[in-house]
């Protein structure tokens, strides 16, 4: 994040982004209260920057916190339900080069019964954008990292010291 800004990208932390990175490379935080405000918030971030080259980073909290740890399965499932009927708006506040990534930053498996931490199951990745390749596997990365390596690709920073680029994957150059 503090790439981007040094390249003059803005870089808008929705949720607990600035708690996470101790408030380090972002232009704007943007607290939620739960993972609908997230989402609300992240499409007027989306709608606020729609013109300029950066990126909008959201943790939605409750998965993780309200019911992950908690292995609340019900809650857990109705939280994604209320997500993926969200997920026609993000879709329509993307500008035409906007690239949405979904994932975890680790497994929070809510039927784990054994102890309430964090769990070590892989976690998906979807990738979505006018620009991304249909049905493209990308396999089980190595690293979270490759995230972070793919995005500093598409914006044109520098490489990061960790993580495999997978832009050349995603992208279609005819689009």
Do not use: W
């Not at 390249?7 to 600035?18: C, L, N, P, S, T």
């Not at 399965?73 to 994604?80: D, F, Q, S």
């Amino acid at each position: 994040m503090d790439r981007l800004n040094d390249r003059d990208h803005f870089v808008a932390g929705v949720g607990k982004i600035g708690d996470i990175f101790d408030h380090r490379g972002l232009t704007e935080e943007i607290h939620t209260c739960d993972n609908m405000d997230g989402v609300d918030k992240t499409i007027a971030t989306m709608h606020k920057y729609h013109y300029q080259s950066g990126l909008i980073f959201t943790n939605l909290v409750d998965f993780d916190m309200v019911y992950g740890h908690r292995r609340n399965i019900e809650g857990y499932a109705t939280a994604l339900e209320k997500f993926d009927r969200r997920l026609p708006q993000l879709y329509d506040a993307m500008a035409h080069d906007d690239i949405l990534m979904i994932t975890a930053d680790h497994g929070c498996d809510s039927t784990y019964k054994i102890h309430t931490d964090h769990t070590r199951e892989y976690v998906p990745l979807l990738v979505y954008g006018q620009r991304v390749k249909k049905n493209v596997d990308l396999g089980t990365r190595e690293t979270f990292a490759d995230c972070g390596q793919t995005i500093a690709d598409l914006l044109g920073t520098e490489p990061l010291s960790h993580g495999q680029s997978f832009k050349m994957d995603i992208i279609d150059e005819c689009l």
